[in-house]
């Protein structure tokens, strides 16, 4: 089951946005990330209230059901048209293997992201968050727990936790994660500007997401 932990989400702004459907009724995820979205939706909601949220990647369905955080009316009901608004939501609970699925889509789509921003880091970068993203390492079975690495503007401070949390400035990895590759995409995000510490930190909870299988 994900987590209903309150925490500070990390979204990804889609380019384009998926079509996806509330119990039914038709909604665009303008947002997404391993933990929740942000979706455009008809009517009003209220926090708490909960749905299903449903939309499609390579064909399948990925389904979770979602609570709404936060909700905002941006168009009122006038004439023939009906109430729009925009909702944060978190995945509490997946509908059969969703989790794997979204981990799938969620590597796919930040590992395009940061491939783009190439020119604002180094190739090396690129190719250390990618690291992030393989499963089945063999010090997976024999290393618990998690990496918080915090950056005060000058140095960066690495403490050992069970918490899977991302900090607001820095990134929190599973422990197996190699070094010499989180030594580099420390010096990654020193230099990423705001866009990209968020695929960082997205690709951080997909670390943290693999630990906890």
């Known amino acids: 089951m994900v987590t209903n932990e309150r925490r500070r989400f990390q979204r990804m702004k889609l380019g384009k946005p998926l079509l996806g459907m509330m119990d039914g009724q038709s909604a665009l995820i303008l947002d997404i990330g391993m933990v929740g979205a942000f979706i455009e939706h008809y009517g009003a909601m209220m926090t708490g209230d ?3 949220l449903s939309f499609r990647w390579k064909g399948q369905e990925i389904a979770f059901v979602s609570e709404v955080r936060r909700s905002n009316v941006i168009r009122p009901a006038q004439d023939s048209q009906a109430t729009v608004s925009h909702s944060a939501v978190e995945f509490i609970e997946p509908v059969g293997d969703s989790s794997t699925k979204l ?3 969620m590597a796919t789509f930040v590992g395009r992201v940061l491939a783009a921003q190439k020119a604002n880091a180094s190739a090396d970068s690129s190719e250390s968050v990618a690291i992030l993203f393989q499963m ?3 010090r997976r079975s024999r290393t618990h727990g998690f990496l918080m ?3 005060d503007g000058k140095k960066w401070t690495c403490t050992p936790t069970q918490a899977g949390k991302q900090p607001r400035n820095g990134f929190t990895v599973a422990a197996y994660e190699d070094e010499e590759d989180l030594e580099t995409l420390c010096r990654a995000w020193e ?4 866009q990209g510490r968020t695929m960082i930190r997205l690709a951080a909870e997909l670390s943290v997401n693999s630990a906890k299988k």
Do not use: C, P, V
């Open 136 to 138: 089945g390492d063999a």
């Open 103 to 105: 981990q799938d889509m």
């Open 149 to 151: 690495y915090e950056w």
């Open 191 to 194: 230099s990423a500007d705001e």
């Open 50 to 52: 909960r749905f299903k």
